[in-house]
C-alpha cells in the first residue's frame, strides 16, 4: 500500500511548520494546483473529473466534489459544516481529513486547492485555512491525495496533516477554535455498512494530535494511508482502517476468544480487530516475540482504561489510559516488553452488544528483528449489564456468529466517542 502510494508520487517540500510536509509543486499561486474554491464559509466545488475511476463501496465513476469543510464527496457536494458520527449513512459518499467549519473569508486566511504531481492522481489542500466565523487567530494546514492504482477502480488515500490549531467553528459550540463538537477524519461509504473515523476525531485533543501520529511504520507523522482495492478497503493489518480480522477461534481463561496469525518486521504496527466487552486479554503463545507497545483508540471513555500484565493482575501497570490528556500509547519497552497484557475498565456502555458490536481497533509492536511470524490470543472479559460476569450462551452465539461470518469483509462500526 505504502509502496505503491510512494511510486505514484514524489514529495516536494511545501511547508515546514507542522508534522507532515505537504505536497508541492503543483503549481498555482501557492503551489498546490488552481484555487478549486473563492473565499467562503460551506459552499462546495463544480463537478471535478478525476484521472482515473474510482471504485468505492459501490459508486463508481470518475466524478467528485471538494467540499470546503474538509472533505470531498462523489455523487453531490456537502455543505454541512458541523461533523456527524460516520455511521455509514452520509448524504453522499465521502472522505475527509478534516471535516470541520472551515471558513476562508478572513483576512489572513489561506485557501482551498486542487492540483496534481502524477497524470494519475490528484491532491486537495487546504492551505491555512481559517474556522467559522471568518477566524484567523488559528489556522490549518492539511491535505488529501489519491492516487490510482495497477487494477482500474483500485485507488490510494493519503492524510496529511502540517499545522492543526483548531477543531471547531462557532456555530458548532466552539470557543476560540476549540471544544464543542469538534472535527472528525476517516470516510463514510453511505452505503450504511461501511465508515471509519480516526482515533481521536471528535475531540479537541484527539483531533490536534493528528500532526503527531501515523497509521503505518516508517516515515513522517502526520500521516494516515489506506488502499482501497475491489470498492473496499484492504485488510492488511497496517492501519486502523484496515484491521486484520481474526483467523480462528479460541479457548481460554473459561470463555471463548480469538485467535490471529500474522508475519511482522522490526517496529512495524499490526492493527487488529476484536470484538469489545468491558476489557480482554492480549497474549502471544508461548516462545512468540515480546509485545513492545500497544495503541489503543478513543472511544470517549471519560476515565480512560487500566492496563495490567498478565504476570499481575493486582498491580496496574498503567491508569487512566487516555484520560485527561493522557496518551493511548502504552510503552513494554522499557521493561523488555511482555508476553501478555490485560485491558481493563472499559464502559460497558461501549461493549459487548451482540446485535451491534463496536470496534476496539488496536495497534502493536513486536521485539522482532526481520519477519517473524506472530501467533496471538485475544480474550474478552465478558460482561453482562443484568450483573452477572458472563453473558447468557445465546449472546455469545450471536457473537461469534456475527464475528466469524464477516470473514474477509471489512466492516467499521460506529466508534462511540463522545465530543470533548
Known amino acids: 500500500m505504502a509502496t505503491a502510494m510512494a511510486s505514484a508520487l514524489a514529495l516536494v517540500a511545501a511547508s515546514s511548520a507542522g508534522a ?22 460551506d459552499n462546495f466545488s463544480a463537478v471535478q473529473n478525476s484521472p482515473f475511476q474510482i471504485n468505492f463501496f459501490g459508486y463508481s465513476g470518475r466524478s467528485f466534489f471538494v467540499n470546503n469543510n474538509g472533505n470531498i464527496s462523489f455523487g453531490a457536494g456537502i455543505s454541512s459544516f458541523t461533523p456527524v458520527p460516520f455511521n455509514g449513512h452520509a448524504e453522499a459518499p465521502l472522505i475527509a481529513p478534516f471535516w470541520a467549519d472551515v471558513d476562508t473569508r478572513c483576512s489572513g486566511c489561506g485557501a482551498v486547492y486542487l492540483g496534481a504531481q502524477s497524470p494519475n492522481s490528484f491532491t486537495v489542500t ?50 476560540a477554535g476549540l471544544g464543542g ?42 500521516v494516515f494511508k489506506f488502499s482501497i482495492r475491489n470498492g473496499a478497503v484492504l485488510a492488511d493489518g497496517t492501519s486502523p482502517a484496515t484491521p486484520l480480522l481474526p483467523s480462528n477461534i479460541t ?57 495490567f500484565l498478565l504476570s499481575d493482575l493486582v498491580h496496574p501497570y498503567a491508569t487512566h489510559v487516555g484520560a485527561g ?42 521485539d522482532v528483528i526481520g519477519q517473524t511470524t506472530v501467533n496471538l490470543t485475544q480474550t474478552p ?18 457473537l461469534l456468529f456475527g464475528f466469524a461470518g464477516i470473514g474477509g469483509l471489512l466492516r467499521r462500526r460506529r466508534h462511540a466517542q463522545a465530543p470533548a
Open 126 to 175: 487546504w492551505n491555512n485555512v481559517g474556522y467559522y466565523s471568518a477566524n484567523s487567530s488559528k489556522l490549518n494546514n492539511f491535505q488529501m491525495t489519491l492516487a490510482g492504482a495497477t487494477n482500474p477502480g483500485d485507488f490510494d488515500i493519503e492524510f496529511r496533516y502540517n499545522r492543526l490549531e483548531w477543531t471547531t467553528g462557532d456555530a458548532s459550540g466552539g470557543f
Open 381 to 398: 472479559i465478558r460482561f453482562d449489564t443484568n450483573g452477572s460476569a458472563v453473558p447468557e450462551p445465546a449472546s455469545w452465539g450471536m
Open 20 to 41: 507532515a510536509t505537504l505536497r508541492g509543486g503543483m503549481g498555482g499561486p501557492a503551489g498546490y494546483g488552481n484555487l478549486v474554491l473563492q473565499p467562503n464559509d
Open 181 to 222: 463538537t469538534p472535527a472528525q477524519a476517516g470516510f463514510d461509504a453511505g452505503d450504511g455498512t461501511h465508515f471509519y473515523s480516526l482515533p481521536g476525531s471528535f475531540s479537541s485533543t484527539g483531533a490536534l494530535n493528528f500532526t503527531n501520529i501515523k497509521n503505518a511504520s516508517g516515515g513522517e507523522s502526520g
Open 325 to 366: 490528556g493522557n496518551p493511548f500509547l502504552v510503552d513494554f519497552a522499557s521493561i523488555g516488553g511482555v508476553s501478555g497484557f490485560r485491558i481493563a475498565g472499559i464502559d460497558p456502555a461501549l461493549g459487548l452488544d451482540p446485535d451491534n458490536a463496536n470496534a476496539f481497533v488496536t495497534g502493536l509492536t513486536f
Open 251 to 307: 479457548n481460554g481463561n473459561g470463555g471463548p476468544g480469538f485467535g490471529f496469525q500474522f508475519q511482522v518486521q522490526q517496529n512495524q504496527r499490526v492493527f487488529v480487530d476484536p470484538i469489545v466487552a468491558s476489557g480482554y486479554d492480549f497474549e502471544v503463545a508461548a516462545g512468540g516475540p515480546n509485545i513492545l507497545s500497544a495503541l489503543f483508540p478513543d472511544l470517549g471513555d471519560a476515565d480512560g482504561y487500566t492496563i
